[in-house]
């Protein structure tokens, strides 16, 4: 499995959402297919059917969370360099053909929040943009065609 690169936000909203799944949904499908196994014949049970498989899904998704704070290393934030774009990094950047300005940061994949400007590090936009530095122009292939940015701001 790939290595995530996590805030300390992003860490903690994983371990508490691993802690719900782990405390509160996995008793409750335990309970669930208690009381379907309570109703008799299982081999037409279709309550137990379904409460077992709730139950894999959800240790699927407990497994995953796992593996995925396994494997994350935590972004030390006081670190991080405005010199060139990077992960973590706020970056204001002006469509040449709109004019419009765009403020995004660049996070990890899990991470990602475009509602709150947040957008994943293996975007096009964000590939387009790391490494980068202010006043580059950088061209960046999307559904619509290549959009050309100008890079006007980095900052933390």
């Keep these: ?8 936000e992003g860490l903690k909203n994983l371990q508490e959402e691993l802690e719900h799944l782990m405390s509160v949904e996995r008793p409750a499908i335990s309970r ?3 009381d379907a ?6 081999s037409e049970n279709a309550e137990y059917e379904a409460a ?5 899904m959800l240790e699927m998704k407990i497994s995953k969370l796992q593996d995925i704070l396994q494997n994350s ?5 006081t670190k991080i360099d405005t010199d060139k774009v990077q992960i973590l990094n706020k970056v204001k950047i002006k469509n ?9 940061t660049l ?9 709150n400007g947040k957008i994943s590090v293996s975007t096009p936009i ?10 580059d122009v950088v061209k960046v292939q999307v559904p619509s065609g290549v959009v050309d940015f100008e890079i006007i701001e980095i900052s933390v």
């Excluded at 996070?107 to 509602?115: F, M, T, W």
């Design 107 to 115: 996070v990890s994949e899990r991470e990602a929040d475009l509602k």
């Design 52 to 56: 077992k498989d709730a139950q894999g």
């Design 1 to 8: 499995m790939p290595t995530t690169y996590l805030t300390k």
């Design 37 to 42: 196994r309570d109703k008799g014949d299982l």
């Design 73 to 77: 290393r935590l972004i030390d934030e």
């Design 96 to 104: 040449l053909k709109t004019n419009a300005i765009m403020v995004y």
């Design 32 to 34: 669930q297919i208690a």
């Design 126 to 135: 964000a590939k387009g943009l790391i490494g980068k530095k202010v006043g």
